[in-house]
């Protein structure tokens, strides 16, 4: 689809354990590029999340997508909570590679300390700050570090990925105070720092996938990606849903785009530019979650994606 468009990019996916962060590494992997795919969960120690997937198995699945165009996974262990590590890390990527071309916080990680439709005062506290933690200092934590390296060349790219798109968020509470602030910061931190990069000719991006089929929402809905339809007698809208293998597209896409630095400081949507560069879901659909959304689902009208997949 984009064969060794990226070879000789090196790519640091933060936060590549699963989901999202996942199919990106594996996307940027199949496009030729060097990935390092950090996380804390290995075949050894799981994270406080407690979930199966680790980094070592999404280096592996980018070594396997890469191997005609030269893409290469590299796991590396990292709490991007803890600065010495994350420092380390960008440290290791200059000395072995002595370049970053791609940066994409994906850091996350929170989903079982969200508590949906819980006011802020009944919220627990140490669940919610330590959600704006993951959510927010990791990236920040990270930005920090790896920025210095990703500025020495000039056309880097940094993807901030979050939950939902600036216009959505603005106009939509997402259920939970801790969990609409954190996924509406790093919206505003991907303009912000786009100011930032501008004179260094770099570009910041925010970017949301739609309605996930990650492995713990396949979970969720008692199903695998192999039969995810089933799921949809369960909840209809579960019809519009996507792959983490898409978003990751999106990404590469950008990282290929010659002309990128016209997306710097915008909120941007795994829809929004499959319909831009023409790349699909691995069905060959083009899923279009968040038009859907706002026009189906939260319209109360009955799911039906024709015309948006």
């Given at each position: 689809?984009?064969?060794?468009?990226?070879?000789?990019?090196?790519?640091?996916?933060?936060?590549?354990?699963?989901?999202?962060?996942?199919?990106?590494?594996?996307?940027?992997?199949?496009?030729?590029?060097?990935?390092?795919?950090?996380?804390?969960?290995?075949?050894t120690e799981r994270?406080?999340?407690?979930?199966?997937?680790?980094?070592?198995?999404?280096?592996?699945?980018?070594?396997q997508a890469g191997v005609k165009t030269g893409g290469k996974g590299i796991a590396v262990q990292v709490d991007h909570l803890a600065p010495a590590q994350v420092q380390a890390l960008v440290q290791r990527i200059e000395r072995e590679q002595g370049r970053l071309d791609v940066l994409v916080n994906v850091v996350w990680g929170a989903d079982f300390l969200i508590e949906w439709n819980v006011p802020v005062w009944k919220h627990s506290l140490e669940r919610g700050l330590h959600m704006l933690r993951l959510a927010i200092d990791t990236h920040i934590i990270t930005s920090h570090f790896a920025l210095p390296l990703l500025i020495k060349n000039p056309g880097g790219l940094v993807v901030e990925m979050t939950d939902g798109t600036a216009e959505y968020n603005k106009a939509k509470y997402r259920l939970s105070m801790f969990y609409d602030l954190a996924k509406t910061s790093v919206i505003r931190m991907a303009w912000g720092l786009a100011q930032e990069l501008k004179?260094?000719?770099?570009?910041?991006?925010?970017?949301?996938?739609?309605w996930l089929r990650s492995e713990q929402m396949l979970d969720n809905?008692?199903?695998?990606?192999?039969?995810?339809?089933?799921?949809?007698?369960?909840?209809?809208?579960?019809?519009?849903?996507?792959?983490?293998?898409?978003?990751?597209?999106?990404?590469a896409h950008l990282v290929g785009d010659p002309d990128v630095a016209r997306w710097s400081g915008q909120s941007l949507s795994s829809g929004q530019l499959a319909k831009v560069y023409g790349f699909t879901d691995l069905d060959g659909?083009?899923?279009?979650?968040?038009?859907?959304?706002?026009?189906?689902?939260?319209?109360?009208?009955?799911?039906?994606?024709?015309?948006?997949?």
């Open positions: 689809m984009m064969s060794q468009v990226l070879k000789g990019k090196v790519a640091l996916v933060a936060g590549a354990t699963r989901g999202a962060g996942r199919g990106i590494a594996t996307e940027l992997g199949a496009a030729g590029a060097t990935v390092y795919c950090t996380g804390r969960t290995t075949r994270s406080e999340l407690n979930r199966p997937e680790t980094i070592e198995e999404t280096a592996e699945l980018v070594q004179p260094h000719q770099c570009t910041f991006v925010a970017l949301t996938a739609g809905y008692s199903v695998s990606e192999a039969n995810w339809r089933d799921a949809i007698a369960k909840q209809p809208h579960f019809v519009i849903t996507e792959t983490p293998r898409y978003v990751g597209r999106a990404v659909s083009q899923p279009d979650a968040w038009r859907y959304v706002v026009e189906v689902q939260d319209a109360g009208k009955p799911a039906d994606a024709t015309g948006y997949r």
